[in-house]
Each structure stands twice: as structure tokens, then as C-alpha cells.
């Protein structure tokens, strides 16, 4: 681990002012993804700003949504009574995800902003422009069965990991921050940026940037999230998918379909949404959906599974967010978003 | 009257102490003066270093040495054989690599420099500034293409485990078959990932004038380490003394990779302090051992009504540059079915990987995994019930070696298991069975372990006071053995268990063999009762020449302990405590030797466990993913010492045989030959929601032939036979043959697409 200075912030500006100043600093929240990062060398920050003691942990209600406080954390998030109720996509996400302890430390302003699991990103010795632009992309050529269908480029094929952010993205959700240049509010969809030439950077923050909320803009519809992984707990999704769903009577209204771990950022599908609106949901409308989905994956060597993977993953998405089947478990659960269900008699307890 | 206390289910008696935090594990002692090494590794995996820059690593804060092949000191080479081991050579067991001795670099990974500093951080921090440049030429990393293949003899040279077998004509029988069928199934590279990492603390003194070294270690073989380290740095044996109450899991490793170890103690006499490295995770996956990739063909003969008439098992396995381990997977096809005409052979190709080394079930659970998979294929080719075809070819000797089993149950297994799991129950019709979104399929192995014995010694005390401490130099892995041992100390000495205690973990107690292979309880079990033996009798003896005694002047025939006391068999009303025969001679205590070793019945007889496995698996189409529903096992162990601490190592052994069948894999580029999964985030293990609730049940009928204590070892057996009845379960879901572990959702989703 490179040595580094450890620092509390005393308020949103001072850690904003210590950050922007200095190239080399970083902030901290649960530190479950920094602390990992920096034992593995791929960080080497000389000053780290713990953010965790800042008061930004209240979750609110909020222009007929909820506010998230940046520190709030995954576990608080997740069992809030009116995110557990009102988009349970959420708490689905964020109880499918990682383990109990480390949702208990997780804040859900570090979540999204985690980094790629990409194996290659996590070894100094291997070239990986993320860590070390210019150095190359091992990942391109290599064992790249956890990378991109969507959206990579000639110098990154890498996957955002977050599962939060999948159903973020999916409910249109907001960011707040604060930042050297004052606040503002980024659609979440443009809080990740697509690797191009660039893969280093993740988000469009700038350096320095605090996120202070994030903002669940009113949704009187239904959302829904399901993931495949290699275990039944405790493990990164495979593939994973968001579904948001507005009805007008017996009709769909409006849907939001948010795609995870096959992009750099959670990948919404215009073309895909735009076929839902309008429609009854039958089951035939949601395999052309998801055909429409995938129409411009392209595959590495390794993860053309994601594909049928993610294809029969959605149509079961909107089956059982649209009613036609049932959810697997309780609304708001892991077991409501976990695919495959856990080992043992009953997969599911209800 | 005492009630036996083998047999009991004995809570372990080191609990108490491991949740309490307690217990010390290597990487917690605290020595006086103690620094840090740590590891900077190569980033390639063939070439060698071009040059080494330490500089900057020598100026960072706190650093008091930075060792590499440049300045390091010299070791002898590693030894031919220890403890009857092949080490060197094909087949050996080791790694033969002797750590910084020149700059040749065999795998990717390998310790090119150590850095010790006065803190643990600053080690890291410090190894991390280690500049190496290298010549690199092109790894070699495929098993096909390999330019050194051979075909080892025997594995770790026993003449029991020759490598390379036919009997009778397999070839002309296969041809003649009514019924033939040849499959070729894969397994990945697996890392054994024990919660505790490979640690060592080395402590050079003066002793008389001569060198001695203290090492605290993660081994599960104190003796073997004292041999290894007495050879390498050229010092008697008796100057060595390794030290490892307790081990943290070991799974296979900490068993025969030495090259951590060495380098603790090369980094201690440099800088003349002593010095403790504990590997990173990630090192695990470079330094630790692994089990190889394999490649088997199994290729079965049959009478259309199931008879076999022919076995061949042929096996590629990998080794690295630097051993010559070869995975033996035919060790179930050499000696599960009666089968006349049965061939194996096992190649190997060495490449610029990190060295294997055993892993749980070691053989067994990847060759036993393609043989009950072929079995199972079988099955369905002749339209019999696959326990049917098992009974069908039922053995009563050992196919190999014509040798008589020397107890075998394995028909009450099958009855019990297909009970525990419902089978008669399930529509045996392969994806016939579905519940919502799943598929239901019911799979079923035969499972095995050989019944290894070895020769071990032990050392009894009985003290004045009336207790009583036995000592051996075998190990405590998590396994029970502090547990186990005092329950047959405690009998064999006709006492409490509360009044004994078993010693272990230390090279200066009586000598015992490297814990493995599941031979641990049948071999230390007859040597602390050998001990214990010697010291009662030589407490008699005492008894005997003391007139003051009810027993003076008895033949030691006609004394037997009983209750704490030695009494005249003939009247126990005559006789006496321990401590009032101790306290009356005036001795504090008395101490007395035994060894114990197999003998004539090895000749006489096979030695195996067995067991039947079944597996109920859900497999959701859409995603491929596979979830254990149940997991049921029936074990013919012989007798169980400790029936609760056997339950936990059988369930243990079938969540990692689950681990194995369904997530466990370690991916190398095929480039570069780097570990690309090197963490626990990306290698999984079961967690709890991957294992159900596992029933393992113990027929516990002695075997009359092993030892006195009728018990043969469980330590893997539950490991094997697991992988093969949930692939089987697999196959009957969906109807798709997946020979390729581990059954990943990839892998089912593109078998479900064909
Ligand atoms: C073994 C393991 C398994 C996991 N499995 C999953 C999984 O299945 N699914 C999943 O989604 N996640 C998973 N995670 C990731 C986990 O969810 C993240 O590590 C966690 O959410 C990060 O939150 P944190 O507060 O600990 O962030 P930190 O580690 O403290 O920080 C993460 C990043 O966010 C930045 N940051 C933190 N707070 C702010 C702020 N307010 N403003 C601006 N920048 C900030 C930090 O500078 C840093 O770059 C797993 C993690 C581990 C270790
Ligand atoms: S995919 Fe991206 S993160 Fe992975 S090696 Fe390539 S550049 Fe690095």
C-alpha cells in the first residue's frame, strides 16, 4: 500500500476544497471498494478524506420522491420503508448485492461510484488503461468473461459492477453534489461515462466533486430487478436487469429498462423501452423487447453467454414486473430479485 | 465403570479457545525483535530477470535488507525423498525450485525478491518499489502443445500408486464390447484457499556454539518442514524445530511448497532478527499449490445388460517447470467396479504455471467426478437405473490387485441414500421433472477414499496427580484431531477425557507423518494407544516390584486398567490409582513411548471407504444457474471416533465437492499465464445459500482389519463423489451431458442452447 495522509472532513466544503486542490487525494465513505483498492496498488492517493462522518445520512421524502443521503448506507437504503415500498427495484439491488457486512458499511454514494471488477484492472502487473492509461487493455484478447457487449471501446471492455446503479438508472434517478464550481444535479444516466479513449475516468465528477444526495424522483409505477451470478449470494452479477413500468389501465404507459453488467455504465435501451409503450403485456411483446435489447450487442471471446443470459433475464424481468408470472419472493427482497433462488427445498421463503 | 469415549460426540475440546480468540495461529506470535518480509513477485511466467533495481526499495523508511538471487544465501538443493515422498522428479510431490538461487523464472508469481523492514506496512509498501526488467521468452501454457511431456511412473513414487496400469487386455475387450462408450471430460484449475494464509516466522540462535532455528509455520507436516529445512540450509535436523499448534484449513496445501518458508528463514539470517512474511491472498493463487487442470478420457465396455468388460481412464494432467506432481485420477477407476480388463495411464505436460499440489480428494475428485459421470452416461446408454448398473458391477476384491476389500458396505450406502433423497420417487426420465421456473433432475455417485495407515509414534505421560498428557507431532487442521485423539488416549489409558490432554504440532515430539490423505486418525490413533500402552506397563512394572502395592508381585498379564486404576484382572477390588503408584514411588510422573505401524493385513487386504452420494438440483433454463436442493451421503467409514467432529468433516468435504461442481475455478491467461482470478470476490467458495441443508449420514461398522480401533480416516471423502452425483443431477434435469467442471452458467446455458 503506497503511504498515504488520512484526513476527517469537517464539513461538505472543506472536503470539497481539500480534494480539488490536490490531484493525488481521494475521498472515503464505507471504504469497502477504496480499502480493497489501495491493498491491491491500483489506488495510490498520497491524501484520502473520510467523508463517512459528514451529516448526509438522512433519507427524506422529497418532491413527492425520496432524498438519499450520500451516507446513508446500502443497508439503510434497502430496508427504508418507502424505498422498500415504492421502488422496490432498489432494495432489490442493493439486497442482492455484496454481503451484509459490507452493506453495513457501504454508503450509497460509494456504491455507484465502486470500480470494475475486471480482473485485469485489479493486477499492477497486467496493462489495463484504466489504471494505467496508455499501458493497454489485457482484458481485449484475454479472459474477458465478465466484459462489455455494449458500449466498449478499442481501449477498455470493462463492466460497471454496481447493482444500485442499475435500478438508479432505470428509475431515472438523480445525483446532488457539491463541488469546486458549487452544486448541481446530474441525471444519473449521465453520472457514468462510456470508456472511449478515456477509460480512466468513470463518471463525469469532476475531481473533488462531493456527491451530497441521490434523489428518486416520484414513480407511482412498478420496478423490478433480477440477477444471475455465478453463486446464490455474494457475488457480482453476471448480468443483471432494471425494469420500471407505468401503467394506464391494462396497458403500459411507460417503461424504463435498465441493463447491468454488460457496459461500462447501466445501459438503458430507448429502442426497446419505445416497443413496450403503448402495449398490452403479453409474453411475445417482451421476447421482441428483449431481442430489441440486445439487437447491437457485440460479444468478446468469452461472454457471448451474456446474451441469451440477458435476453431470457429480461423477459422475465417484465413477466414478473408486469404480473403475468410471480415474483420469485417478497417485493423489496433478494429473494424477489435473486434468479435461480437459494439451495435447499425451498428456494424462496415467502 | 467408564463409559468408552471414542464413539461420543465430544464438543471439540480447542472450541472454546478458537472462538475466545485463544488459539494462536503462526502469524500471531509475537516474537521479540520481530521484522516483516515481504514478497515481490514476478510479473511473468517465463524468462528470467534482466536486471533488479532495489534502491529505491533499500531507502524506503524502516527497510533493513532487500534479498534477491543476487545477494541471497545459498541453499543445498531440495531433497530426493523425505519421509519415503518422491520429492524430485516425475510423479514427485514438490515443488523443487529452491527460491532465489539464480534468475530463471518458471511461472508467473514466483518470489524474485524479499524486503524486510521493521514493520509490516513498510515491508509492503517498500516491495512494491522493487524494479525488475526481464528477458521473457514465450510461456508455455498449453497442454497439448507442451514440449516436455512424459509419463510418470508412480505417483510420489510409492509402488502402490504406479501411474501407468493394465490388466488383462482393456484395448481388445473395448473393441469386442457390445456396448462402448468414450467421453472426454475437463476440469479447471482449483486454488484450496484456506481461510488462514501461508504464514512463517524464522528465529536464527546460537545454541552451543551452533546454529538453531525456531520457524512457526502454517505446515501440516512439522517433521517433513524439519527434514526439508535441515537439507536445504545444510544444518543437523536436531538444530531445526517447527512449531504449528494450530492451522487455519489447509485443504492440500501447507503441505509441500516450501519456498515461502525458506525465504522466512534466508530473510531472518540476513538481517539477524527474526522475521515472519504471511502471504497475500493473492499469492495464494501463485505460491500455495494448486489442483491442475485435467483432461480424462474414460472409455467404457459393456455387456448389453451391463456387465463391464472394460475400463480405460487416460489422463492429461499439468504440472509446472519446477514438479513433477501429476494429479492420479484414476485412483476410483483403478479400484471401484469388477471389471476384468482395466487400463489407466496419466500424462503429464509441464508448463510455466504455478506447481500443484494435492487438493482434497486429490485424484479422487476430479478422476472420480469423470468416472461416475462415464458410469452415469452409461446408465443411460443401456436404459438401466444408474444404482442398478453400480450393483451390476459390484466388487467384492480389488480389480487391480485381486486383493479382498477389507470391509465394505457399500450396498447398505446406495439402500440408505436413495432412501434419504426419494429416489425411487423421481420420474427417472432425464427433463422430465419441473417446479416454476426450474428443472428437477436426481443424480446419484459412488464414492471412495483409500484407507491409508502409516507408521507414527507417540509419548504418554501420567502424572502424580492423576492426569495424563499424550503427545504426537501430527496436526490440528480444524479437523477435530485435538479432539479425537484425547478421546482415544482417554480410553486407552481407562480414564476421564477431562484428565488428558493431547499434544501436537511440534517437530520435537514424537515423529508422525505429514497430515494428508486421510490417513491421520488410523495412524496417530494406534500410536498414542501404543503409548499409552507402554506407559501403563511400565507403571505395573512399578506396581509389580512395590510391596506396598495390592498389585506386588502380579504378572503384567494379569493387570488391567480400569477407571483411572490398575487393577488384578482377576479380583478389581485389588488394586490401585495411577497417582497413588506414582505418589508412592515418589515419581512426579512417568513417561513411556509407543509407535505403531500397519503390518501384514496391508498385504492381505485393500483398504477403502465408500459411500454413495444424491443430489437434487434445480436448474433455472433461462439463466443456467444450478441450485443444490438436497445433497444426501452415506459414508462406510469404519468406526467413527467422534461422530459430530466426522459429520462436520463430511459435510465440510461435500460443500467443497458442491464448490467444485458447480463455481470453483482459477482462470490464467492463456498469453501471459497470469492468475486473472486472484481474490475471494472473484474465486468463489459455497457460501451458505449455495449449500442446503446437507445430510451425511455414517453406517459406523468397524473395520476388523485396519487397527484396533476399527476406524479408517474421513477427511476427503466427502469431497469426492459429490461433483459427479451433481453433474449426474444435471444431466437428468435437462437432459444435457455437461463434461466440463465447474458447471458454470455459461456452460449450461450453451449445452441448454444446443
Ligand atoms: C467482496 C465484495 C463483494 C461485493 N459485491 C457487490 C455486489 O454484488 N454488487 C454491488 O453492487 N456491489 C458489490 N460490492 C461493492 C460494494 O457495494 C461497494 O464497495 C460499496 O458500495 C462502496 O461503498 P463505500 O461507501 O464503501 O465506498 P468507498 O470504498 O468508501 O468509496 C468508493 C468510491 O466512492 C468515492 N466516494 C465515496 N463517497 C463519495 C461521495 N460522497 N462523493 C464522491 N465520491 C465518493 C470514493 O472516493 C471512492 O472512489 C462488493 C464489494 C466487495 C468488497
Ligand atoms: S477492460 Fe478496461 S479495465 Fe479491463 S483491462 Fe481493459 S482497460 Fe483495463
Redesign the interface.
Known amino acids: 500500500m503506497h503511504p498515504f495522509q488520512y484526513q476527517r472532513a469537517e464539513n461538505n466544503g472543506q472536503a470539497v476544497a481539500a480534494v480539488a486542490k490536490n490531484p493525488e487525494a481521494a475521498f472515503i465513505a464505507g471504504g469497502t471498494s477504496q480499502v480493497d483498492l489501495l491493498k491491491e496498488g491500483v489506488h495510490k492517493p498520497n491524501l484520502l478524506v473520510d467523508v463517512a462522518g459528514l451529516p448526509l445520512r438522512q433519507i427524506t421524502d422529497f418532491e413527492g420522491g425520496v432524498r438519499i443521503g450520500a451516507n446513508a448506507t446500502n443497508t439503510e437504503a434497502a430496508y427504508f420503508p418507502a424505498i422498500q415500498a415504492r421502488y422496490p427495484a432498489v432494495s432489490e439491488a442493493l439486497l442482492a448485492g455484496a454481503s451484509v457486512q459490507i452493506r453495513n458499511m457501504a454508503t450509497m454514494a460509494g456504491n455507484p461510484l465502486q470500480r470494475t471488477r475486471c480482473p485485469y484492472f485489479r493486477d499492477p502487473d497486467q496493462p489495463c488503461n484504466k489504471r494505467t492509461p496508455g499501458s493497454g487493455c489485457a482484458a481485449i484478447g484475454g479472459y474477458n468473461h465478465v466484459h462489455a457487449l455494449f458500449g466498449a471501446s478499442e481501449a477498455c471492455v470493462a463492466t460497471h459492477p454496481s447493482d444500485l446503479a442499475v435500478a438508479l438508472a432505470a428509475l431515472d434517478a438523480r445525483v446532488q453534489t457539491t463541488g469546486p464550481q458549487g452544486s448541481r444535479t446530474i441525471a444519473f444516466t449521465d453520472l457514468h461515462r462510456l470508456p472511449g479513449t478515456t477509460p480512466h475516468l468513470d463518471t463525469t465528477l469532476a475531481h473533488g466533486e462531493l456527491i451530497t444526495s441521490i434523489d428518486l424522483p416520484a414513480f407511482a409505477g412498478r420496478s423490478h430487478y433480477l440477477k444471475v451470478r455465478e453463486r446464490a449470494s455474494y457475488a457480482y452479477a453476471l448480468a443483471s436487469c432494471a425494469v420500471a413500468l407505468e401503467m394506464d389501465g391494462p396497458k403500459i404507459k411507460r417503461a424504463r429498462i435498465a441493463l447491468g453488467g454488460v457496459a461500462h455504465k447501466p445501459w438503458r435501451t430507448p429502442a426497446a423501452e419505445a416497443l413496450l409503450a403503448g402495449q398490452r403485456p403479453t409474453e411475445k411483446l417482451f421476447q421482441a423487447t428483449a431481442a430489441a435489447a440486445f439487437a447491437d450487442a457485440k460479444p468478446l471471446e468469452h461472454n457471448a453467454y451474456k446474451i441469451p443470459m440477458g435476453r431470457n433475464l429480461l423477459v422475465r424481468a417484465l413477466l414478473e414486473t408486469s404480473g403475468l408470472q410471480p415474483l420469485a419472493g417478497p417485493a423489496g427482497t433478494a429473494f424477489a430479485a435473486s434468479v435461480g433462488g437459494m439451495a435447499g427445498q425451498v428456494a424462496t421463503p415467502n | 465403570m467408564l463409559t468408552e469415549a471414542t464413539g461420543q460426540p465430544l464438543d471439540r475440546v480447542d472450541g472454546r479457545l478458537k472462538v475466545m480468540g485463544g488459539a494462536r495461529y503462526t502469524a500471531e506470535w509475537d516474537l521479540p525483535g520481530l521484522a516483516y518480509g515481504a514478497l515481490a513477485t514476478s510479473?511473468i511466467a517465463r524468462g528470467k530477470v534482466r536486471a533488479i533495481d532495489v534502491k529505491a526499495a533499500q531507502q524506503a523508511p524502516g527497510v533493513l535488507a532487500v534479498l534477491t538471487y543476487l545477494n541471497a544465501p545459498r541453499l543445498q538443493p531440495m531433497p530426493d525423498k523425505v519421509g519415503g515422498s518422491l520429492f524430485r522428479g516425475e510423479g514427485g510431490i514438490t515443488e523443487t525450485l529452491q527460491p532465489l538461487q539464480d534468475a530463471a523464472i518458471a511461472y508467473?508469481g514466483q518470489p524474485l525478491a524479499v524486503v524486510v523492514a521493521d514493520t509490516h506496512?513498510h515491508a509492503?509498501?517498500a516491495a512494491?518499489l522493487v524494479r525488475i526488467t526481464y528477458d521473457e521468452a514465450k510461456p508455455e501454457l498449453d497442454r497439448a502443445t507442451a514440449s516436455r511431456q512424459t509419463l510418470p511412473e508412480a505417483f510420489t513414487g510409492s509402488k502402490e500408486e504406479p501411474l501407468q496400469v493394465t490388466v488383462g487386455d482393456p484395448k481388445a475387450a473395448l473393441a469386442a464390447a457390445p456396448v462402448k462408450l468414450e467421453r472426454v471430460y475437463e476440469s479447471a484449475i482449483t486454488h484450496h484457499n484456506p481461510i488462514e494464509q501461508l504464514a512463517t516466522i524464522a528465529r536464527w540462535e546460537k545454541r552451543n556454539g551452533a546454529d538453531y532455528l525456531t520457524v512457526y509455520d502454517t505446515t501440516r507436516g512439522v517433521d517433513t518442514l524439519q527434514e526439508v529445512f535441515a537439507a536445504s540450509l545444510n544444518l543437523p535436523k536436531e538444530n531445526v524445530h517447527i512449531i504449528c499448534p494450530f492451522i487455519g484449513g489447509a485443504f492440500g496445501s501447507k503441505g509441500w511448497l516450501y519456498a515461502p518458508a525458506l525465504l522466512t528463514a534466508m530473510a531472518a539470517r540476513v538481517v539477524g532478527r527474526p522475521v515472519k512474511i504471511e502471504l497475500r491472498r493473492?499469492d495464494m493463487f501463485s505460491t500455495a499449490g494448486q489442483r491442475g487442470a485435467t483432461r480424462q478420457t474414460l472409455s467404457l465396455g459393456a455387456t448389453r445388460d451391463g456387465k463391464l468388460t472394460a475400463l480405460q481412464h487416460d489422463t492429461q494432467a499439468q504440472s509446472s517447470m519446477v514438479s513433477g506432481y501429476t494429479e492420479p485420477c484414476a485412483r476410483v477407476s483403478r479400484m471401484m467396479y469388477a471389471v476384468p480388463n482395466l487400463g489407466f495411464a496419466h500424462h503429464l505436460s509441464h508448463l510455466n504455471l504455478p506447481s500443484p499440489c494435492p487438493m482434497r480428494g486429490p485424484g479422487e475428485t476430479v478422476g472420480g467426478w469423470a468416472l461416475e459421470c462415464a458410469i452415469d452416461e452409461l446408465a443411460t446408454e443401456l436404459n438401466l437405473d444408474p444404482v442398478e448398473l453400480r450393483l451390476r458391477n459390484y466388487a467384492d476384491k480389488n480389480p487391480e490387485t485381486g486383493k479382498p476389500f477389507s470391509s465394505k458396505h457399500l450396498r447398505e450406502c446406495y439402500a440408505r441414500g436413495q432412501e434419504l433423497i426419494g429416489w425411487k420417487a423421481r420420474n427417472p426420465k432425464p427433463r422430465s421433472m419441473r417446479e416454476?421456473?426450474?428443472l428437477i433432475g436426481y443424480g446419484m455417485a459412488t464414492t471412495m477414499y483409500p484407507a491409508a495407515r502409516r507408521e507414527a509414534s507417540a509419548r504418554t505421560t501420567l502424572f502424580a496427580d492423576g492426569r495424563a498428557l499424550v503427545q504426537s507431532a501430527t496436526h490440528e487442521l480444524g479437523n477435530g484431531a485435538y479432539t479425537i485423539f484425547r478421546q482415544i488416549s482417554a480410553d486407552a489409558l481407562a480414564l476421564p477425557v477431562e484428565n488428558v490432554r493431547f499434544e501436537l504440532g511440534d517437530s520435537a515430539l514424537p515423529k508422525a507423518p505429514t497430515t494428508g490423505g486421510s490417513a491421520t486418525t488410523a495412524t496417530i490413533g494406534p500410536a498414542a494407544t501404543a503409548a499409552c500402552q507402554e506407559a501403563l506397563s511400565a507403571l505395573k512394572q512399578i506396581a509389580i516390584r512395590d510391596a506396598k502395592s495390592p498389585l506386588f508381585g502380579a504378572t503384567e498379564d494379569a493387570i488391567e486398567a480400569r477407571d483411572g486404576r490398575l487393577v488384578r484382572k482377576a479380583n478389581a477390588a485389588q488394586g490401585e490409582t495411577y497417582a497413588a503408584i506414582l505418589q508412592r514411588a515418589k515419581l512426579p510422573s512417568i513417561s513411556a513411548e509407543g509407535t505403531a505401524k500397519p503390518g501384514d493385513e496391508r498385504e492381505q487386504f485393500s483398504f477403502y471407504s465408500f459411500g454413495a452420494v444424491f443430489a437434487k438440483v434445480?436448474v433455472?433454463e433461462?439463466?443456467?444457474?444450478?441450485?443444490?436442493?438436497?445433497l444426501c451421503a452415506v459414508y462406510d467409514v469404519g468406526k467413527l471416533m467422534n461422530p459430530q467432529t466426522a459429520h462436520s468433516q463430511f459435510i465440510g468435504g461435500m460443500a467443497m465437492g458442491l464448490g467444485a461442481a458447480?463455481?470453483e475455478a482459477t482462470?490464467y491467461?492463456?498469453?501471459?499465464g497470469?492468475a486473472?482470478?486472484?481474490?475471494l470476490?472473484?474465486y468463489?467458495v459455497?457460501?451458505?445459500?449455495?449449500?442446503?441443508?446437507i445430510i451425511a449420514e455414517a453406517l459406523n461398522i468397524p473395520d476388523p482389519h485396519i487397527s484396533a480401533l476399527g476406524a479408517r480416516g474421513i477427511g476427503e471423502i466427502g469431497c469426492v463423489g459429490t461433483p459427479a452425483a451433481i453433474t449426474n443431477a444435471v444431466f437428468h434435469a435437462t437432459g444435457q451431458r455437461l463434461r466440463s467442471l465447474p458447471l458454470?452458467?455459461?456452460k449450461l446455458?450453451?449445452a441448454l442452447?444446443s
Open positions: 510479473a508467473a506496512e509492503r509498501y512494491t493473492q416454476g421456473n426450474s434445480r433455472d433461462a439463466s443456467g444457474s444450478v441450485r443444490v436442493a438436497q458447480l463455481m482462470h491467461d492463456a498469453r501471459n497470469r486473472v482470478v486472484r481474490n470476490a472473484d468463489h459455497p457460501s451458505m445459500a449455495d449449500t442446503p441443508d458454470t452458467p455459461d446455458l450453451k442452447a
